[in-house]
């Protein structure tokens, strides 16, 4: 299958600092991310839809301004939580689709933050 | 994107059982997909199904989806600890973006 790779895998930040995540498509080109997060013991909440070269689309709730997102070519998308506190802290996963919005997706293996 | 209620949110068994997780949705679907997520781990893809009615095969797993496409389901016949995990359906209606449903957490006892 395709793969997807997130980087750094856990990252620990002091509060008001800026952390970016990567994720890359390691075997395909993704014109289409998407970005998750995930408190402990539920489900995937799409934060936004990350476009390449153009902006994206945030689901509602989500602050944009807060959590930034670039899409600047087809193989890697950056995700900045900016000015992060202590609720910021959470498993945040990228996913994208060799064949489209419609196929399955595929998952990077996600990044937990820590916010001290 | 879709909303859809999953149950049970948590279910633990002994080995052997079987194990059933249910997908429902108020609205007609045009395709689901299911993902398992192991405990620490990152989603990962098990199924697509489309069509009215249809039931596909993996080993242990059978996945169904609904005549009416708006319920769905995937049943594990002889749970071993290796299916231990959450379960999740993601329902998608139109080109709506993919979204998931609350998971099954199966937790499977020796």
């Known amino acids: 299958g395709a793969v997807v790779s997130q980087h750094p895998s856990w990252v620990i930040c002091k509060s008001g600092t800026s952390v970016k995540i990567e994720c890359r498509s390691l075997d395909f080109q993704a014109t289409t991310m998407f970005w998750y997060r995930q408190f402990p013991k539920q489900s995937l909440m799409l934060m936004a839809t990350s476009n390449e070269g153009s902006k994206a689309t945030y689901e509602q709730g989500v602050e944009k301004d807060k959590f930034l997102i670039n899409h600047a070519s087809l193989t890697l998308s950056t995700l900045t939580v900016t000015s992060a506190h202590p609720e910021d802290s959470s498993f945040y996963i990228c996913?994208?689709?060799?064949?489209?919005?419609?196929?399955?997706?595929?998952f990077g293996e996600g990044s937990r933050l820590t916010v001290l | 994107g879709q909303q859809v209620m999953q149950i049970p949110q948590y279910q633990h068994v002994q080995e052997g059982e079987d194990f059933t997780t249910y997908c429902n949705s108020s609205t007609t679907l045009s395709n689901i997909q299911w993902y398992k997520q192991r405990p620490g781990g990152h989603p990962v893809f098990l199924i697509q199904?489309?069509?009215?009615?249809e039931v596909k095969k993996q080993k242990r797993l059978t996945f169904q989806f609904g005549e009416a496409k708006k319920n769905s389901s995937l049943h594990i016949t002889a749970t071993q600890t290796t299916d231990v995990g959450t379960y999740f359906c993601a329902p998608r209606g139109g080109y709506s973006t993919l979204t998931f449903g609350k998971g099954t957490m199966l937790l499977v006892s020796p």
């Open positions: 996913s994208a689709s060799p064949t489209g919005v419609a196929g399955e997706l595929f």
């Open positions: 199904l489309v069509k009215s009615g």
